[in-house]
């Protein structure tokens, strides 16, 4: 099971840090995946914002380029997304997921919103 945590609410320039737990997953199975971030606005689609490959290759959403970071720790099994200089179009409920060859795990959202 994945938990995700460390939303909440920020003025925009703030900055948040959510992290993501995969609770119960074997090691082996962690460091083979590709975690992801994405996330869901109010009245829109689920969007993808940041991933990292199991080696450590990341790729980001355009819009958050040089703002958000994406990192693992392998020995704790956990996600990260580093958010910085935050604006109000980043509020959304944000989702982790794991995937991998026959896995494709979701976590509960964390709410974060941004005011002006």
């Known amino acids: 099971q994945l938990q995700a945590s460390g939303g909440g609410s920020v003025q925009a320039g703030g900055s948040l840090k959510l992290s993501c737990r995969a609770s119960?997953?074997?090691?082996?199975?962690?460091?083979?995946?590709?975690m992801a971030w994405y996330r869901q606005a109010p009245g829109k689609q689920r969007e993808l914002v940041a991933e990292?490959?199991?080696?450590?290759?990341?790729n980001y959403q355009d819009s958050v380029k040089g703002r958000f970071a994406v990192s693992k720790d392998n020995a704790r099994k956990m996600v990260y997304l580093q958010m910085n200089s935050l604006e109000p179009e980043d509020t959304a409920v944000y989702y982790c997921?794991?995937?991998?060859?026959?896995?494709?795990?979701w976590g509960a959202g964390t709410l974060v919103t941004v005011s002006s």
């Open positions: 119960g997953m074997i090691w082996s199975t962690f460091t083979a995946s590709r």
């Open positions: 997921n794991i995937r991998g060859g026959s896995w494709d795990y």
């Open positions: 990292i490959a199991g080696g450590g290759n990341a």
